[in-house]
Every structure is written in C-alpha cells, then in structure tokens.
C-alpha cells in the first residue's frame, strides 16, 4: 500500500504570517526525518497561500490514489479541526484525485500529552531544587468565547496532573478565570505551563502581561508544543494513523 503524503497544518499568527510559517515547516523537517524521510509539509492557516502550496506539492508528490494525512498542530479538537481546517482543504482542492484528506486528532489530544507535562514539569522543579509533589502548577491555556473544547482540554491535562503536584489551577487568555485571576497566590515554588503549540502573541505578550499582573513569582516554561519531544509524538502519531 502507497503511502499518503502528510501535512502538519498550524493555526499561525497574522501578525507575522512568515514566522509562524517558518517554524511549522522547521517542525515538519523534523518529523520527515523521523519518519525516514517521508513527504512531510507543514503550512499555517494564517500565512497568505501557504495551504494551498502545501496541498499542491503534497497532493502531485503523492500521486494517484496516495491521498494526503493532515496532522493539526492544534491545542483542542474544536471547531478549526472539525470546520474550518476540512472547509478550508476543500477550498485549496485537497484530495481531489485521491479522495478527501484524512485528519488526524490534533496535537492536544494526544495520549502522550500529559506524560510529556509531567516529564517537563519534573525537570523544571528539579533545576530549581524542588520536589515535584511540593510545587504548584499553573496551565495557561487560550480558551474560547464560542466553544469549551479548549478550555477542557486544559482542564484533563490538569485532572491528570493532580496526583502528582501541590496544587493546580487553570487560567485563559479568551475566558474566564482568566490568567491574571488563577495565577495569583501560588508564592515562588510554582511553575507555569502555557498549553499553547506555538510562541506566538498569546505566549510573548498577553502571557506575561497576565502573569505580571498576577504577582506570579514562578518558573514559565516555554510553550509545550515547542518541547523537543513533541516532532517523535508527532510522528508516533502518524504512524497510528496509517
């Protein structure tokens, strides 16, 4: 059996459409490496033609009957992976002559997810001298005015944590409690997380505003799609998917 091509689809950032492009295509290089070399391609919803060149290379790459994998480097699995990325492949003309692309969970939802937090996170509390179960934990996440998948995605990656740290709390950029409200009062043996794929706006600006405004006087983590795990998740997870 032929195998598909594969596309990692990013939301980007239109502020800086070019950025965030480069970093998902420096992200789908990696996971072609992992992968043996396979046709992997990477494109961001916001860079101006970047899905529609994406498909076009993959889709005459792939050939007849081949088809195209789209992974979504998403945090949930909410309207974007179930509307807007479908409704926008169609626009592009994914899979005209090999059936429709087939989408795989997003980034957010996978498996390995909390494991990866936890790994983190004990890392983190190691570098600064302390036990994991002493320390407290709070998950910075975008959130959503019109849907709760990305909010209860923070919320099971926090469920999962419990057991293992002091205290946890959740806090969004897009709703309430909102960053500056839940990341009050955890003192300085605390980490925070931010539940985002990438280092765009939400991770440079509202982030630390929100967190300065909170008085929060623990360790920020980089964002954990940018963990040096993530490109071997994503491409375990392709693997899954064939």
């Known amino acids: 059996m032929t195998e598909p091509a594969i596309l990692i689809v990013a939301h980007g950032q239109p502020g800086d459409p070019e950025g965030q492009q480069q970093a998902v ?19 961001t919803l916001a860079m101006p033609g970047a899905l529609e060149r994406a498909v076009a290379a993959s889709v005459g790459k ?15 699995g909410g309207w974007f992976t179930r509307v807007e990325l479908p409704r926008r492949l169609a626009e592009v003309g994914a899979g005209i002559e090999a059936g429709a692309p087939r989408i795989l969970p997003p980034f957010g939802a996978d498996p390995g997810l909390a494991q990866l937090a936890l790994a983190l996170l004990t890392e983190a509390a190691a570098a600064q ?15 959503s005015g019109r849907s709760r998948a990305p909010a209860e995605a923070v919320y099971a990656l926090a469920e999962k944590l419990i057991p293992h740290v002091a205290r946890t709390a959740c806090g969004f ?39 300065a405004e909170a008085e929060f006087e623990g360790v920020v983590l980089p964002p954990i799609g940018l963990a040096a795990q993530v490109p071997a998740m994503i491409a375990h997870a392709i693997d899954r998917g064939h």
């Open 25 to 43: 295509e420096g992200l789908a290089a990696k996971v072609s490496a992992m992968l043996g070399a396979r046709d992997v391609r990477g494109a």
């Open 62 to 76: 792939a050939g007849a009957g081949r088809g195209l994998l789209v992974y979504p480097m998403f945090m949930a």
């Open 129 to 143: 001298g302390w036990r994991l179960a002493e320390t407290g934990v709070m998950i910075a996440g975008h959130g």
């Open 173 to 211: 950029v897009e709703e309430a409690p909102h960053i500056f409200e839940s990341a009050r009062g955890f003192g300085q043996r605390a980490i925070c997380l931010p539940f985002f794929a990438t280092r765009a706006d939400h991770v440079t600006q509202d982030l630390p505003r929100a967190l």
